[in-house]
């Protein structure tokens, strides 16, 4: 008979998923991204840090005490921000950054769980 709980180990997927995209993201804010407004540039270079950054930490994830409230998250702070923000760079329109502080509470809410 299967468990009914989540393997902690597809964080580790999650992770690896995220990270291609986070580098190919990177990558392209680097080399290709070329923004008429250049404040945006630096949006999308602060989107691409958040977003390797918490993908490293998701490798952790299944050593936590509560793998899925901390990689979950992790993984919906890493789209809400940072998935605003290239969005919000990339169309050159702040409008779109709006999900950026929901995200930004979940990367603080997904650390403190490591308190508990």
Same mark, same amino acid.
């Given at each position: 008979?299967?468990?009914?709980?989540?393997?902690?180990?597809?964080?580790?997927?999650?992770?690896?998923?995220?990270?291609?995209?986070?580098?190919?993201?990177?990558?392209?804010?680097?080399?290709?991204?070329?923004?008429?407004?250049?404040?945006?540039?630096e949006v999308w270079q602060t989107a691409s840090l958040y977003h390797l950054v918490h993908t490293?930490?998701?490798?952790?994830?299944p050593l936590t005490k509560r793998p899925s409230i901390f990689g979950g998250m992790l993984t919906? &702070?890493?789209? #809400? =921000?940072? !998935?605003?923000?290239?969005?919000?760079? %990339?169309?050159?329109?702040?409008?779109?950054?709006?999900?950026?502080?929901? &995200?930004?509470? #979940? =990367?603080? !809410?997904?650390?403190?769980?490591?308190? %508990?």
């Open positions: 008979m299967r468990s009914s709980a989540m393997d902690p180990l597809i964080w580790h997927k999650v992770a690896g998923l995220c990270g291609v995209a986070a580098l190919g993201l990177g990558t392209y804010g680097a080399h290709v991204f070329r923004p008429k407004n250049p404040a945006y540039k490293a930490a998701l490798v952790a994830a919906a &702070g890493i789209i #809400l =921000f940072s !998935g605003s923000c290239y969005t919000a760079a %990339f169309l050159e329109d702040r409008k779109y950054s709006t999900l950026a502080p929901v &995200g930004g509470f #979940l =990367f603080i !809410g997904a650390w403190a769980s490591l308190l %508990f």
